[in-house]
């Protein structure tokens, strides 16, 4: 028997029928939704806790505190009941309600606070106390590495070696920067393609980082090509996935997918796959639906 842990990856990945503009290039999707936690941020948080813990770092009465901007914040709520540890998550005070009511499920302290920047500040101070461990995803190598180790090995895998551009919304930038490792690995020809909101725009798990709160863990050459997205843009596709493709996802997978298919439509060939990171039902209280 399985327990929920071992349910975290191995997600299935979906080809584009309707929305690919390029009968030369397919674009996959890879549903991160499909984690028991609902989205790409499980594979972190699970890394992030267990990797502590081994090394001993956290303990039993450890009270473990981080900034979110929500999914990482249910998927550790999530993983840290199951180690039956303490967590407090300060998240913007703009997050949907699906969101807070996740975190309080799963057992977690919810802080509320003006922006993610004020969150990570009040997060960092917290952790600088005894008796409090910070994960801090954005400056933490085991971020990156759960998709070194999982995530990027599925692209491979399930694509038949055949990838040859890998597009990723950036916020804390791991899944990025753990993807690129491997797959560069494996074929170095392979381009890795982020994509970040326009200047002004708000599009949700997608960020451009003021400079002294870009992530750490962030290593600008590991990335060739940055693509920018308009909150228009993501959340029409966003909306279009839903429609046309019946792939219900959020609006940073809806900016992902619109810089996917910019990207086929440049090409002459190629095999594309994306991060969905999400799942739609998070967004039922925005207007990103309605």
């Keep these: 028997m399985a327990g929920i842990i071992d349910l975290i990856g191995n997600t299935p990945m979906v080809e ?15 549903l991160e939704g499909n984690n028991p936690g609902g989205s790409v941020k499980d594979r972190a948080a699970l890394n992030m ?28 709520a999530m993983i840290a009941s199951l180690y039956n540890l303490d967590i407090e998550l300060v998240m913007p005070s ?34 600088a106390t005894e008796g409090y461990y910070l994960l801090n995803q954005f400056a933490n190598s085991d971020n990156y590495m759960a998709h070194y ?24 930038t791991g899944t990025i920067m753990g993807c690129s490792r491997y797959l560069k690995e494996k074929n170095k020809s392979i381009q890795i393609v982020g994509c970040q909101p326009t200047e002004g725009a708000s599009i949700p798990g997608i960020r451009r980082w ?23 843009e993501a959340t029409q ?12 996802a959020g609006m940073s997978s809806g900016g992902a997918c619109a810089a996917a298919i910019k ?19 998070r967004y039922l209280s925005s207007d990103l639906f309605g």
């Design 210 to 232: 003021p400079i002294e709160y870009l992530p750490k863990i962030y290593e600008p050459e590991r990335v060739d090509r940055v693509m920018d997205v308009t909150q228009n």
């Design 94 to 127: 703009s997050s949907t309600r699906e969101r807070t009511l996740t975190m309080q499920a799963f057992g977690a302290k919810v802080t509320l606070l003006d922006s993610i920047e004020i969150c990570r500040d009040y997060a960092e101070e917290k952790g």
């Design 49 to 76: 806790i267990r990797s502590a813990m081994e090394r001993g770092e956290i303990k039993s009465g450890t009270k473990l505190v981080e900034a979110t901007s929500g999914n990482t914040g249910i998927a550790l």
């Design 149 to 172: 180790k999982t995530t990027g090995p599925e692209l491979w895998n399930d694509t038949q070696n055949k990838i040859t551009h890998f597009v990723s919304s950036m916020g804390t």
């Design 16 to 30: 584009l029928t309707k929305l690919n503009p390029n009968p030369n290039v397919k674009i996959f999707a890879k």
């Design 237 to 248: 596709m966003a909306r279009r996935l839903a429609k046309q493709e019946g792939i219900f």
């Design 263 to 281: 990207l086929a439509e440049e090409l002459k060939e190629g095999v594309i796959v994306f991060i969905a990171c999400d799942r739609g039902d």
